[in-house]
């Protein structure tokens, strides 16, 4: 019997030392085309050369539509410190921004959560708040708070604690009501019922909610830079723009459309290591 | 003087709701004697989750009394522990972690004599080997012993479970039943036990109590003519079938009324 299994094993590392090496065989071309990183860069890579062959077949003038090539050239304009300044900058107002707005949704969802009168009488007014464009507001904001970090890292708070407001308060409501009978059962505290029960309850909630606004934090601090900035990606995009160097405005897009994927990529890890019982169980 | 666990004297519930006042439980007179096990039968709605929560101090009736151990119920008691139809553990928490929720959360701190104690009832419960599993891990039923382990941790003597095994598969549902025999026959305790099954009430309980549709009155209040121990065996006598009969009859007759 283990003879028999020895054998077996030997003949599939002969099969599999001997074989691959010659022509890689159907089922390990399969397993990578399946990794989930190499189909979705396979059709970006195949993008960038239909684009820079479009371009240049058609000689589409920069303006309109540079060539990835040109695009690349845009990031030598501006010297690598000179770079990261600006990523510094935009960085820098989108984080803030974005724990200020973690910082002010806690407990705004957790009243909202915990009392009826509270989600009657605020609530609403969020809403209203929410209604407004906050890239009408922004220029008055700049105006009231000055022109350093602080009025933009309002505005980046504006466009970002909504969401946060929202999933915060349905996950602080989605724990079962045995729970809650449990806590008061026990004479507990509140705020252990809150600490211990809620909020880890809360927490798949509060990640998807995070995971939306961290990219909303960049578009805020891209807006705010629009409105009144002298330094940050947003600014370089709109200056470079003005002066008609598109290519470099596209490098600054790409600059920031990496720094929303780490983010983003960021808070998923996070999640992942942190609560990694909090995300869906994956389906087979 | 033998002073009841548990008594209701012309206990009522009336809810406030946005359709107007509703009477889930009215006048209800019953008493449990110390270690004494109830089963409590009733259609759905007719109040009996209502009746659990009035005698756990989560909700206080609105006419009558509810007591516990000759003390009016005004909050929640240490000596009281509850078992729910879903086991609702804390699904990021190990096992022995949701067995001393109790002390965590009460106290806010597990000392190593909780530890310890809870090892112990995971052990009584048949939990032995499973307490660093999350419960995602474990079955229905094994899920509900944790709940079962979670109700006992306190050591309280009276034990309120709420259709406790109606989630589960009906093999695993009978196990169960013997399982929780044995644990309180091992340490005795009163029990309000709620369920929908005329067997499993009859296999379990001293006492079985039926209550009408709502608003829900007790309109039957039986001995079970059934001696202990008892195993699968033990329903299957002429009497027992007529007796289960007879409480068939009882919830059909106040449906059709
Ligand atoms: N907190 C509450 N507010 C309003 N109505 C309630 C509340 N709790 C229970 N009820 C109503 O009271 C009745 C009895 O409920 P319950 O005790 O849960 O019944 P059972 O457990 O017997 O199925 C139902 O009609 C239910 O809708
Ligand atoms: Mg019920």
Same mark, same amino acid.
């Given at each position: 019997?283990?003879?028999?299994?020895?054998?077996?094993?030997?003949?599939?590392? &002969?099969?599999?030392?001997?074989?691959?090496?010659? #022509?890689?065989?159907?089922?390990?071309?399969?397993?990578?085309?399946?990794?989930?990183?190499?189909?979705?860069?396979?059709?970006? =890579?195949?993008?960038? =050369?239909?684009?820079?062959?479009?371009?240049?077949?058609?000689? =589409?003038?920069?303006?309109?539509?540079?060539?990835?090539?040109?695009?690349?050239?845009?990031?030598?304009?501006?010297?690598? $410190?000179?770079?990261?300044?600006?990523?510094? *900058?935009?960085?820098?107002?989108?984080?803030?921004?974005?724990?200020?707005?973690?910082?002010?949704?806690?407990?705004?969802?957790?009243?909202? #959560?915990?009392?009826?009168?509270?989600?009657?009488?605020?609530?609403?007014?969020?809403?209203?708040?929410?209604?407004?464009?906050?890239?009408?507001?922004?220029?008055?904001?700049?105006? =009231?708070?000055?022109?350093? &970090?602080?009025?933009?890292?309002?505005?980046?708070?504006?466009?970002?604690?909504?969401?946060?407001?929202?999933?915060?308060?349905? %996950?602080?409501?989605?724990?079962?009501?045995?729970?809650?009978?449990?806590?008061?059962?026990?004479?507990?505290?509140?705020?252990?019922?809150?600490?211990?029960?809620?909020?880890?309850?809360?927490?798949?909630?509060?990640? *998807? %909610?995070?995971?939306?606004?961290?990219?909303? $934090?960049?578009?805020?601090?891209?807006?705010?830079?629009?409105?009144?900035?002298?330094?940050?990606?947003?600014?370089?995009?709109?200056?470079?723009? *003005?002066?008609?160097?598109?290519?470099?405005?596209?490098? %600054?897009?790409?600059?920031?459309? +990496?720094?929303?994927?780490?983010?983003?990529?960021?808070?998923?890890?996070?999640?992942?290591?942190?609560?990694?019982?909090?995300?869906?169980?994956?389906?087979? | 003087?033998?002073?009841?666990?548990? *008594?209701?004297?012309?206990?009522?519930?009336?809810?406030?709701?946005?359709? @107007?006042?509703?009477?889930?439980?009215?006048?209800?007179?019953?008493?449990?004697?110390?270690?004494?096990? +109830?089963?409590?039968?009733?259609?759905?709605?007719?109040?009996?989750?209502?009746?659990?929560?009035?005698?756990? @101090?989560?909700?206080?009736?609105?006419?009558?009394?509810?007591?516990?151990?000759?003390?009016?119920?005004?909050?929640?008691?240490?000596?009281?522990?509850?078992?729910?139809?879903?086991?609702?553990?804390?699904?990021?928490?190990?096992?022995?972690?949701?067995?001393?929720?109790? #002390?965590?959360?009460?106290?806010?701190?597990?000392?190593?004599?909780?530890?310890?104690?809870?090892?112990?009832?995971? /052990?009584?419960?048949?939990?032995?080997?499973?307490?660093?599993?999350?419960?995602?891990?474990?079955?229905?039923?094994?899920?509900?012993?944790?709940?079962?382990?979670?109700?006992?941790?306190?050591?309280?003597?009276?034990?309120?479970?709420?259709?406790?095994?109606?989630?589960?598969?009906?093999?695993?549902?009978?196990?169960?039943?013997?399982?929780?025999?044995?644990?309180?026959?091992?340490?005795?305790?009163?029990?309000?036990?709620?369920?929908?099954?005329?067997?499993?009430?009859?296999?379990?309980?001293?006492?079985? +109590?039926?209550?009408?549709?709502?608003? %829900?009155?007790?309109? /039957?209040?039986?001995?079970?003519?059934?001696?202990?121990?008892? &195993?699968?065996?033990?329903?299957?006598?002429?009497?027992?079938?007529?007796?289960? @009969?007879?409480?068939?009859?009882?919830?059909?007759?106040?449906?059709?009324?």
């Amino acid at each position: 019997m283990s003879a028999e299994a020895d054998i077996s094993v030997s003949e599939q590392k &002969d099969t599999a030392t001997t074989k691959v090496p010659v #022509a890689p065989s159907e089922p390990f071309m399969e397993k990578l085309i399946r990794l989930p990183v190499v189909l979705p860069l396979l059709t970006f =890579v195949l993008i960038l =050369v239909v684009w820079e062959a479009g371009t240049r077949l058609f000689a =589409v003038p920069s303006y309109i539509l540079p060539a990835p090539s040109r695009i690349l050239g845009g990031f030598e304009v501006v010297s690598l $410190s000179r770079w990261v300044e600006h990523v510094w *900058s935009t960085l820098r107002v989108a984080l803030m921004g974005f724990v200020l707005a973690i910082v002010v949704s806690l407990p705004i969802a957790v009243g909202l #959560a915990k009392s009826r009168f509270l989600s009657r009488s605020l609530y609403p007014l969020l809403v209203v708040i929410q209604s407004v464009p906050v890239v009408a507001v922004a220029p008055i904001i700049i105006v =009231v708070l000055g022109t350093d &970090d602080a009025p933009r890292v309002v505005i980046t708070f504006m466009i970002t604690f909504f969401p946060l407001v929202v999933s915060m308060t349905t %996950g602080l409501m989605a724990t079962p009501p045995e729970l809650i009978e449990l806590s008061r059962s026990l004479r507990a505290p509140v705020w252990r019922e809150i600490s211990q029960i809620r909020l880890p309850y809360a927490t798949p909630y509060i990640f *998807s %909610g995070l995971k939306i606004s961290i990219t909303l $934090s960049v578009i805020g601090a891209v807006v705010a830079e629009f409105v009144a900035a002298e330094k940050g990606i947003g600014y370089f995009i709109q200056f470079s723009t *003005s002066m008609f160097k598109l290519p470099q405005a596209w490098a %600054g897009l790409v600059v920031l459309l +990496v720094m929303s994927l780490v983010l983003f990529q960021a808070v998923s890890l996070t999640q992942k290591i942190l609560f990694p019982w909090s995300l869906p169980k994956e389906r087979k | 003087m033998t002073q009841d666990a548990i *008594s209701f004297s012309e206990a009522g519930q009336t809810f406030r709701t946005d359709s @107007g006042p509703l009477t889930a439980l009215s006048g209800v007179d019953l008493s449990i004697a110390r270690h004494e096990f +109830v089963a409590v039968l009733g259609p759905s709605g007719c109040g009996k989750s209502t009746l659990l929560r009035m005698t756990a @101090g989560l909700i206080k009736p609105t006419e009558g009394m509810v007591s516990v151990f000759g003390l009016p119920v005004t909050e929640p008691r240490d000596d009281i522990g509850i078992v729910f139809q879903q086991a609702t553990l804390l699904p990021w928490a190990s096992v022995e972690d949701n067995v001393v929720f109790p #002390a965590k959360h009460k106290r806010g701190r597990v000392s190593r004599q909780d530890r310890d104690h809870a090892r112990q009832i995971i /052990a009584t419960c048949g939990l032995a080997g499973f307490e660093k599993r999350l419960p995602g891990e474990l079955s229905g039923g094994m899920q509900q012993r944790v709940g079962i382990a979670r109700a006992l941790f306190l050591n309280p003597d009276i034990l309120l479970m709420d259709e406790p095994f109606s989630a589960l598969d009906a093999l695993t549902r009978d196990a169960m039943g013997f399982e929780l025999l044995r644990l309180w026959q091992a340490s005795p305790k009163t029990v309000l036990f709620i369920t929908h099954s005329i067997p499993e009430a009859v296999i379990l309980a001293d006492r079985v +109590v039926v209550m009408s549709e709502r608003p %829900g009155r007790v309109i /039957a209040n039986l001995k079970v003519p059934l001696s202990r121990p008892r &195993d699968e065996s033990s329903l299957r006598s002429t009497e027992m079938q007529e007796f289960m @009969g007879h409480l068939r009859g009882l919830l059909i007759k106040d449906k059709v009324a």
